[in-house]
C-alpha cells in the first residue's frame, strides 16, 4: 500500500488495464493517483511481446505526414509536444532528443526525394545541399547532394521508456498480474465480458483493452460486438540494433530507397535502430536475408563507419493496424478498446492517453483534439 489511506483506495474508482505494452504502461502510470489501477500483462512484464519493444521511437508528425492524413500530422505534433512532461513524472531519466530529422537521397533517388516532399502536409522543412548536409552530419556519405531539413522532429529510447514506466509502477505499488491471458467471451444476449483465470473483471468501474493485436483472436471470434477490432491486422516491421560508437549521427536519418524509405535512429552508447516503415504481412518470421541486406547496406551507404559496427539483433514483429491506418478509441459501456496505432504507437501515444483520460472525467477537450476526435473515438449506439 501506498501512502494513501485505506480509506482513499475506497472512494477511488477501479481500473482494469489490458496489456502491457506502451500504451497500457502509460496510462496505468497517468492513472495511478486518481484511481485504482491494476494491470494485467500477459507476458512477465519485460514487453517482449509488444509493438513497442522493437520500434524506433522516432517523434516524426511532418515526415510520416507524407503516408498519413494531416489530422494524424497535427496529434503528433501536439504528442511531441506533450512528451517531456510526461517523461518527468518517471522515476528514472528517459533519452530524449528534440534536434529534428534529416532526409537524404543518392543522385539516382532524387524524384522520390521530390515525390516524398511533395506528400508532406506541412511547410516546416528546409531544403539543404552537400555543404549544409556536411555541416549539420559531418560524417555522412559525401555523395549526398541534396536532403531536406525537418527541425520540429524527435526521438527517444523505446526500450528504456519501457524500463522507466515499469520502475515508476512498481515503485508506486500498481499491481501488476504478470502472465495473465486475457480472453473476450460474449455468451448471446448478455453484455461483453472480460475473462482471465482467477480474476473477476466486474468489480472493475472502467476496463482499458491496450492488447493491441492480441485482442484480434477475441474480436474474430465475436464478430457482431467487436466489429471495429475484427478490422485490425498485423502490419510487419523489421529492425536491426547496431552498436557503432565510431559512427557519429546526431539525428535520425531517413534514406530514400527504391522499395521504402530507410531510417536509422540513433540512441545513446552508440546504439543505432534502423528498420524500414512497413511491409503489408503477418508473417512472424525474422527478418529474411534480403531484407537484412538491403538495411545493412543502407547504412554503408550513409556512413562508412558502419562497416564494423556490431549486430546485437535482427528481429520483426507486427504493429496493430485498422484499415485506414489510423487508431481508434471505442467505447462500449465501462469497456474502453485503445488499439490500432499502427506505426504511429510513439508518435501519438500521449495525446490518446490524453483522451482517455477527458473520457474518464469527462472534460472540455482542446480544438485540436475535439476537432480529430471522430478519427479515433467510436461509440457503441
Excluded at 531539413?149 to 526500450?159: A, K, M
Excluded at 562508412?304 to 459501456?333: H, M, Q, T
Amino acid at each position: 500500500m501506498t501512502s494513501r489511506s485505506i480509506n482513499q483506495d475506497l472512494i477511488r474508482p477501479k481500473i482494469a488495464i489490458l496489456g502491457a505494452g506502451l500504451m497500457g504502461r502509460m496510462l496505468a502510470v497517468s492513472l495511478m493517483e486518481d484511481y485504482q489501477v491494476e494491470l494485467f500483462d500477459r507476458d512477465c512484464g519485460d514487453a517482449k511481446q509488444s509493438a513497442a519493444y522493437l520500434a524506433a521511437a522516432m517523434l516524426a508528425p511532418l515526415a510520416e505526414s507524407a503516408d498519413c492524413s494531416k489530422e494524424i500530422m497535427q496529434l503528433g505534433a501536439r504528442a511531441l509536444q506533450q512528451w517531456p512532461d510526461f517523461l518527468s513524472k518517471l522515476t528514472e531519466p528517459v533519452f530524449f532528443q528534440k534536434k529534428g530529422s534529416l532526409v537524404l537521397a543518392f543522385e539516382q533517388d532524387l524524384g522520390d526525394l521530390e515525390l516524398f516532399k511533395s506528400r508532406l502536409k506541412g511547410d516546416e522543412y528546409e531544403l539543404i545541399n552537400s555543404l549544409e548536409i556536411k555541416e549539420i552530419e559531418p560524417g555522412v556519405n559525401a555523395r549526398f547532394n541534396a536532403g531536406l531539413l525537418l527541425p520540429n522532429e524527435g526521438q527517444l529510447d523505446n526500450r528504456g521508456l519501457l524500463l522507466a514506466l515499469s520502475k515508476t509502477l512498481k515503485d508506486s505499488g500498481v499491481v501488476w498480474h504478470k502472465q495473465a491471458q486475457v480472453t473476450r467471451v460474449t455468451p448471446a444476449g448478455e453484455s461483453p465480458m472480460y475473462h482471465c483465470e482467477g480474476h473477476e473483471f466486474s468489480q472493475f468501474d472502467w476496463i482499458f483493452d491496450c492488447r493491441g493485436l492480441g485482442a484480434k483472436e477475441d474480436a474474430m471470434s465475436d464478430n457482431q460486438v467487436n466489429k471495429p477490432l475484427a478490422q485490425l491486422r498485423g502490419v510487419r516491421g523489421e529492425v536491426i540494433r547496431l552498436h557503432a560508437p565510431n559512427v557519429t549521427l546526431s539525428r535520425p536519418v531517413r534514406l530514400m530507397h527504391p522499395r521504402y524509405p530507410i531510417y536509422i535512429a540513433p540512441k545513446e552508447a552508440g546504439v543505432f535502430v534502423v528498420g524500414a516503415t512497413q511491409i503489408e504481412s503477418e508473417d512472424s518470421r525474422k527478418p529474411t536475408v534480403k531484407s537484412a541486406l538491403e538495411l545493412l547496406s543502407a547504412c554503408f551507404s550513409v556512413h562508412r563507419g558502419f562497416a564494423e559496427a556490431e549486430i546485437l539483433a535482427i528481429e520483426s514483429g507486427c504493429r496493430p493496424a485498422y484499415w485506414d491506418n489510423e487508431p481508434k478509441i471505442k467505447v462500449s459501456g465501462n469497456i474502453v478498446s485503445v488499439n490500432g496505432l499502427f506505426r504511429h504507437g510513439y508518435l501519438l501515444a500521449p495525446v490518446m492517453v490524453e483522451q482517455c483520460l477527458h473520457l474518464l472525467k469527462g472534460t472540455e477537450k482542446s480544438s485540436v483534439v475535439t476537432k480529430i476526435m471522430p478519427l479515433l473515438m467510436v461509440k457503441d449506439g
